[in-house]
């Protein structure tokens, strides 16, 4: 992985922490979770506060996910809101996060100023043992503490000041107003600074998790769809009028059910031509032949002129792989009728010809899904799926690690925006 972290491919744009007084505070919400302080003297945090040198220095990658559940988080600053997220079990605990956040900025920015801000993302299950566990989670809920008590002294300040405007005789307390004047020494004016988050409980949507070898949940109105091996616990087992159960291997089902619910975008010349998406694919399954093919050589050589030459040279390769000579075909279909019959698609090659509609709230999460059939699209799968991409890049050879990252770096990393925006729609 020293090649992904040297080119920022991997616990890219977190953020350092080397200030004794931050380190300080990290150290204590690290012990009000029981777990042993830092000794470092500079380490990194993405915006739940996780830090990849803090975990291997503890030899614990869960250590602020000791169950898959219940994730914690250690907020030290408000830049935090502006880090991704690089190892969690919920694809969406991000969002989360930087919705509690956002709802929560003008405390969290008060707060920090002095103190730090930790607690637990706090699902209706402790543990999650099957699929009915994770079908519980509707909602989740911040429960947030202070390593001060600044949280627990502004609450307790406020309510003085309650008394004071509301007894009569509460302003002849010099006990009383003596515990003000203490308080407000550490919490400062609560009427101008608030010191406690507004909104903590936040609807958990649609959703991937690593359990069971890899969960998705799809919430819809009357239906929520599950997708995953069906030899995962609970699989098929539990409310089957109201919750719909796909194998993760069943690609014709799964797509028909994108197809259905306006998750996907069917190839269709309106988007096709102009995001270049199929020329894409193309060129991404044809590398990764050529990869399959002799994954020691030298792919620094591989432009479209040298792919020409092998594909001449490799046509019977080529032609009992199929999925190069299907693209060319659709390519030139869209191209005359202006769409793709997907009916008549083996569903094996439909994902190739699909992406996510760019206006559906769960855009990300499907084209996360449509990764998973798509593999030899890496670049798809780093951006949508860094886990899935994390795991194809383990049984790649050097070679072929060198050629994927020299990529990525000209073409993603050079400009993800533009990227995201041409070839999937998004903003």
């Given at each position: 992985m020293n090649l992904l972290r040297d080119n920022d491919l991997i616990f890219g744009r977190l953020l350092k922490i080397e200030e004794p007084h931050l380190i300080a505070r990290y150290n204590k919400a690290l012990e009000a979770f029981g777990l042993k302080p830092t000794r470092l003297t500079s380490f990194e945090i993405d915006r739940t506060g996780f830090s990849p040198q803090v975990a291997e220095e503890l030899k614990d990658d869960q250590y602020l996910d000791p169950n898959g559940v219940n994730r914690r988080f250690i907020i030290l600053t408000p830049a935090q809101i502006e880090l991704?997220?690089?190892?969690?079990?919920?694809?969406?605990?991000?969002?989360?996060?930087?919705?509690?956040?956002?709802?929560?900025?003008?405390?969290?920015?008060?707060?920090?100023?002095?103190?730090?801000?930790?607690?637990?993302?706090?699902?209706?299950?402790?543990?999650?043992?099957?699929?009915?566990d994770l079908l519980s989670i509707?909602?989740?809920?911040?429960?947030?503490?202070?390593?001060?008590?600044?949280?627990?002294?502004?609450?307790?300040?406020?309510?003085?000041?309650?008394?004071?405007?509301?007894?009569p005789e509460a302003w002849r307390d010099d006990a009383l107003l003596n515990r003000m004047v203490a308080l407000a020494e550490q919490t400062g004016d609560i009427r101008e600074n608030s010191l406690v988050p507004e909104q903590v409980v936040f609807?958990?949507?649609?959703?991937?998790?690593?359990?069971?070898?890899?969960v998705y949940i799809f919430a819809d109105r009357d239906t929520t769809t599950v997708i995953a091996d069906p030899a995962a616990p609970g699989f098929r087992r539990s409310r089957p009028w109201q919750v719909s159960y796909l194998s993760k291997d069943d690609p014709a089902r799964i797509f028909r059910f994108l197809a259905e619910t306006g998750r996907i975008q069917l190839p269709r010349a309106s988007w096709v031509e102009g995001s270049g998406y199929l020329v894409h694919r193309a060129e991404m399954v044809l590398s990764d032949l050529v990869r399959r093919a002799n994954p020691d050589q030298d792919f620094s050589r591989m432009d479209p002129v040298w792919l020409q030459t092998w594909t001449h040279r490799n046509a019977d390769l080529v032609t009992r792989d199929g999925a190069f000579p299907f693209l060319?075909?659709?390519?030139?279909?869209?191209?005359?009728?202006?769409?793709?019959?997907?009916?008549?698609?083996?569903?094996?090659?439909?994902f190739l010809v699909t992406r996510a509609d760019p206006g559906?709230?769960?855009a990300w999460l499907t084209n996360r899904l449509i990764s998973d059939f798509v593999p030899s699209d890496f670049i798809a799968r780093y951006v949508f799926n860094k886990q899935g991409f994390y795991q194809d890049y383990q049984g790649y050879?050097?070679?072929?690690?060198?050629?994927?990252?020299?990529?990525?770096?000209?073409?993603?990393?050079?400009?993800?925006?533009?990227?995201?925006?041409?070839?999937?729609?998004?903003?």
């Amino acid at each position: 992985m020293n090649l992904l972290r040297d080119n920022d491919l991997i616990f890219g744009r977190l953020l350092k922490i080397e200030e004794p007084h931050l380190i300080a505070r990290y150290n204590k919400a690290l012990e009000a979770f029981g777990l042993k302080p830092t000794r470092l003297t500079s380490f990194e945090i993405d915006r739940t506060g996780f830090s990849p040198q803090v975990a291997e220095e503890l030899k614990d990658d869960q250590y602020l996910d000791p169950n898959g559940v219940n994730r914690r988080f250690i907020i030290l600053t408000p830049a935090q809101i502006e880090l991704p997220v690089v190892h969690t079990a919920f694809s969406n605990t991000s969002q989360l996060v930087y919705e509690f956040m956002t709802a929560n900025a003008r405390a969290i920015n008060a707060i920090t100023i002095k103190d730090v801000v930790y607690g637990e993302i706090e699902e209706q299950v402790t543990k999650v043992r099957d699929i009915e566990d994770l079908l519980s989670i509707v909602q989740v809920e911040f429960k947030v503490l202070s390593a001060e008590d600044l949280l627990g002294k502004a609450a307790e300040l406020g309510r003085l000041a309650d008394r004071v405007k509301h007894e009569p005789e509460a302003w002849r307390d010099d006990a009383l107003l003596n515990r003000m004047v203490a308080l407000a020494e550490q919490t400062g004016d609560i009427r101008e600074n608030s010191l406690v988050p507004e909104q903590v409980v936040f609807h958990h949507n649609a959703y991937w998790t690593s359990h069971f070898g890899g969960v998705y949940i799809f919430a819809d109105r009357d239906t929520t769809t599950v997708i995953a091996d069906p030899a995962a616990p609970g699989f098929r087992r539990s409310r089957p009028w109201q919750v719909s159960y796909l194998s993760k291997d069943d690609p014709a089902r799964i797509f028909r059910f994108l197809a259905e619910t306006g998750r996907i975008q069917l190839p269709r010349a309106s988007w096709v031509e102009g995001s270049g998406y199929l020329v894409h694919r193309a060129e991404m399954v044809l590398s990764d032949l050529v990869r399959r093919a002799n994954p020691d050589q030298d792919f620094s050589r591989m432009d479209p002129v040298w792919l020409q030459t092998w594909t001449h040279r490799n046509a019977d390769l080529v032609t009992r792989d199929g999925a190069f000579p299907f693209l060319n075909a659709a390519v030139r279909e869209i191209g005359q009728f202006g769409q793709l019959k997907v009916e008549e698609v083996p569903p094996h090659l439909r994902f190739l010809v699909t992406r996510a509609d760019p206006g559906h709230p769960d855009a990300w999460l499907t084209n996360r899904l449509i990764s998973d059939f798509v593999p030899s699209d890496f670049i798809a799968r780093y951006v949508f799926n860094k886990q899935g991409f994390y795991q194809d890049y383990q049984g790649y050879s050097d070679a072929w690690r060198e050629y994927v990252v020299t990529r990525l770096k000209t073409t993603y990393l050079r400009d993800k925006p533009a990227l995201r925006r041409r070839l999937y729609g998004l903003d």
